[in-house]
């Protein structure tokens, strides 16, 4: 009975090592960034389309490509440098994170 004990922690804390080495390998292998094109988090209690307006008046080349409202407060955007900038200092923005185009590599049976 002891061994059968050994042998069950044993697999079990080499599943979690496993486990935690391949989360550390997926989250190293970041995606595609995908160049001008920007995901911006609006701060709960503050308006995304309050923000949208001051980044538009300031900004003639900004284009707003899809607005979140369910998972999130926020927006995507192409953005100029300039206006990720401007978007970082306002105080109604939580951060400013470049879109990414992310994969997985398919499972292949042996």
């Known amino acids: 009975m002891r061994e059968f004990i050994v042998f069950v922690v044993s697999f079990a ?3 979690v090592c496993i486990g935690l080495a391949l989360s550390e390998e997926m989250a190293a292998t970041a ?3 995908i160049e001008g094109s920007y995901i911006v988090k609006v701060k709960d209690g503050f308006s995304s389309e ?5 980044l538009s008046g300031k900004f003639s080349c900004v284009k707003i490509t899809r607005r979140y409202s369910a998972a999130l407060n926020g927006f995507a955007a192409e953005l100029p440098k300039e206006a990720v900038a401007f978007l970082e200092g306002m105080d ?3 951060y400013v ?3 990414q185009v992310m994969s997985i590599q398919p499972i292949g049976i042996p």
Request: charged residues 25%; negative net charge; glycine residues 6%.
């Open 31 to 33: 995606g595609d960034p």
């Open 92 to 94: 109604a923005v939580e």
């Open 13 to 15: 804390f080499i599943s």
């Open 97 to 99: 994170e470049q879109d």
């Open 50 to 54: 309050n923000v949208i307006t001051s």
